[in-house]
């Protein structure tokens, strides 16, 4: 009897333990419940993540993409510019030393010029005290040089202004001196009858130098 009756209550404090495991069970089962739901957040988080990384990662490339095309055209660009600007470069360089060259030219031009005219009127002042009609080997001479040296100014683009013989223009003849007309000749209006220095133009028309010259004086009308 008293067996049977420590049988049933140490089957009892055994069951009591096993309830106790079970709730203990029970427990645990119930926060690996919370912690699977918790797992699943952090996975379905972890997830939401990924996908926000990877449509941020494709706007990235994107951007990339667009950032280095933008950067290509603008080096683009530049490069043009660059080019452009040493072509303006060397075109001004070109342009620069194409002036300092027609510098050079006409200084060179002026001097030539200048020696020439010089030339041509020591020339005409030496012929002039050689008489025209003298047979003397040295007047000829000095008026072949003269005549070379009017050619060489020709090839400057300079030019005699043919004056004798015509009427006085002011601007092309200064006059020096008038004189008495000769009865017995014709002459047309303040007629140029002698050149003193000869007078020179451009090809253009500008004058480079007028002629100091002699006219004929014109008689006052009489009322």
Same mark, same amino acid.
């Given at each position: 009897?008293?067996?049977?009756?420590?049988?049933?209550?140490?089957?009892?404090?055994?069951?009591?333990?096993?309830?106790?495991?079970?709730?203990?069970?029970?427990?645990?089962?119930?926060?690996?419940?919370?912690?699977?739901?918790?797992?699943?957040?952090?996975?379905?988080?972890?997830?939401?993540?990924?996908?926000?990384?990877?449509?941020?990662?494709?706007?990235?490339?994107?951007?990339?993409?667009?950032?280095?095309?933008?950067?290509?055209?603008?080096?683009?660009?530049?490069?043009?510019?660059?080019?452009?600007?040493?072509?303006?470069?060397?075109?001004?360089?070109?342009?620069?030393?194409?002036?300092?060259?027609?510098?050079?030219?006409?200084?060179?031009?002026?001097?030539?010029?200048?020696?020439?005219?010089?030339?041509?009127?020591?020339?005409?002042?030496?012929?002039?005290?050689?008489?025209?009609?003298?047979?003397?080997?040295? *007047?000829?001479?000095?008026?072949?040089?003269?005549?070379?040296?009017?050619?060489?100014?020709?090839?400057?683009?300079?030019?005699?202004?043919?004056?004798?013989?015509?009427?006085?223009?002011?601007?092309?003849?200064?006059?020096?001196?008038?004189?008495?007309?000769?009865?017995?000749?014709?002459?047309?209006? *303040?007629?140029?009858?002698?050149?003193?220095?000869?007078?020179?133009?451009?090809?253009?028309?500008?004058?480079?130098?007028?002629?100091?010259?002699?006219?004929?004086?014109?008689?006052?009308?009489?009322?």
């Amino acid at each position: 009897m008293d067996w049977k009756f420590w049988f049933q209550r140490k089957k009892t404090a055994v069951e009591e333990k096993i309830e106790e495991l079970q709730m203990q069970i029970a427990e645990i089962d119930k926060k690996n419940d919370g912690v699977r739901d918790c797992l699943d957040k952090i996975l379905e988080g972890t997830r939401r993540v990924d996908e926000n990384l990877w449509e941020h990662g494709e706007a990235i490339s994107k951007l990339s993409r667009l950032q280095y095309k933008t950067t290509q055209e603008l080096q683009r660009k530049l490069d043009l510019l660059d080019e452009t600007v040493r072509g303006m470069e060397e075109r001004q360089r070109q342009q620069e030393e194409a002036l300092h060259r027609q510098r050079i030219w006409e200084a060179q031009r002026k001097n030539v010029t200048d020696f020439c005219i010089r030339w041509v009127d020591d020339m005409d002042a030496l012929c002039a005290k050689i008489s025209e009609n003298s047979q003397d080997s040295w *007047y000829q001479l000095l008026r072949n040089w003269q005549e070379q040296l009017l050619l060489c100014l020709e090839t400057m683009g300079i030019k005699e202004i043919p004056v004798l013989g015509t009427s006085f223009h002011p601007h092309l003849c200064e006059a020096l001196d008038r004189v008495a007309a000769d009865g017995d000749k014709a002459y047309v209006p *303040y007629e140029v009858v002698d050149v003193i220095r000869r007078g020179f133009v451009f090809y253009d028309g500008t004058i480079l130098r007028k002629a100091q010259v002699i006219t004929i004086k014109e008689e006052e009308k009489e009322e």
